[in-house]
């Protein structure tokens, strides 16, 4: 596959964005790339203007909940240049999803091609500017229509772009969840399946009707470990040392995450990866040890927490500093996907 046909929309709605002040998940690029696989064998992809699909209401996706997404950005670099962030650790993650929900992987070629040249149609979408990007959702759902609990055989693969900003302006207020839970061992917590996420909406709307702005996961059988952040890994600096839950079947293996760690050891900070008790967070508290928490992902790319709430209580980490360890590796970071520094990882990918 190299050219893939394009049908250009006569209506762009690019002058419906203000650039200087972009709403987080408001506004949608002017084309998408859509993709058919029947049976095991997937057709010839096409850009199209964005718009309605039409489907059955007996689509098995409606119902039995075979639909898997990913979340991407690409940035606008100092050179003028877009770099599509990480692409082929999102190829992989994206085929794993679907290899656990029972779906067909997507060719490498209508996945890097697919977006490359969708991106590079609509690159006027790309944002300039700190903490602004092109948000890019690729994501396939079962479109077979029928009766019965089984694995779809036909599917559609869909990528659409929209231009973003910061998700959180400033640090947010999370629960320790000790009821309700994200995912169970041996189940698709590692995985991003709708499922995960619908089931995340009735505890985090309790959470926020407590003031808070969303939860900290904790592990199904006790609540005793933390696993994530609302719809983000979790990470803390205790005593100097970042820490992070090790990834595992109930907690996603988030790019963003592996990105911060890769950074954090190359510029000697100690880090962690194990399981974090509830328990030990408070005693970190009761000692003054947390200098900072905070989520980490690819929409927020790190969410800094100011106040945790544990069992009814409040605990407060006191005005983050510019060379706090979080800011020190975020910073790091952005730098390398804004082509400010080299990027020695290979982690850029350029579209001409």
């Known amino acids: 596959m190299t050219e893939i046909k394009i049908t250009k929309t006569k209506n762009s709605k690019i002058s419906e964005v203000d650039f200087k002040n972009i709403e987080f998940g408001k506004h949608i690029s002017d084309h998408m790339l859509v993709a058919n696989c029947y049976h095991g064998v997937w057709h010839e992809p096409e850009i199209v203007p964005f718009g309605n699909l039409s489907l059955s209401p007996a689509t098995l996706a409606l119902h039995y909940g075979q639909t898997v997404f990913e979340g991407m950005k690409a940035f606008k670099m100092k050179d003028g240049r ?111 399946c709708g499922g995960n996420y619908g089931g995340s909406l009735y505890p985090t709307k309790l959470a926020k009707e407590l003031g808070y702005d969303n939860v900290i996961w904790t592990d199904a059988r006790d609540h005793k470990f933390i696993e994530e952040s609302g719809v983000m890994n979790m990470m803390l600096v205790v005593d100097g040392v970042l820490l992070t839950p090790q990834t595992s079947n109930s907690i996603l293996d988030g790019v963003t995450r592996d990105s911060l760690l ?39 790319v790190v969410s800094p927490i100011d106040t945790i709430g544990i069992d009814g209580a409040n605990y407060t980490i006191s005005g983050y500093t510019d060379n706090n360890i979080m800011y020190q590796i975020k910073n790091k970071l952005d730098a390398i996907r804004y082509g400010i520094e080299e990027d020695i990882y290979g982690w850029n990918f350029i579209v001409s």
Not at 147 to 153: E, I
Not at 275 to 294: G, R
């Open 82 to 192: 877009t770099n599509i962030f990480r692409l082929d650790k999102h190829f992989d993650r994206f085929n794993r999803s679907l290899h656990r929900m029972c779906m067909e992987e997507i060719p490498y070629e209508i996945f890097v091609e697919g977006m490359k040249q969708l991106i590079a149609l609509d690159k006027n979408w790309v944002p300039e500017g700190e903490g602004t990007a092109l948000y890019i959702r690729p994501f396939m759902f079962a479109s077979e229509a029928r009766f019965g609990v089984n694995p779809s055989n036909e599917y559609q693969f869909i990528i659409y772009t929209g231009p973003v900003g910061r998700l959180f302006s400033k640090p947010i207020k999370v629960k320790i969840e000790l009821e309700y839970i994200r995912a169970a061992k041996g189940g698709t917590g590692s995985v991003k």
């Open 262 to 300: 890769t950074l954090a050891r190359d510029m000697n900070i100690n880090v962690e990866e194990r399981p974090i008790s509830v328990a030990e967070i408070k005693d970190a508290f009761n000692k003054n040890l947390i200098t900072a928490a905070f989520g980490v992902g690819t929409a927020a």
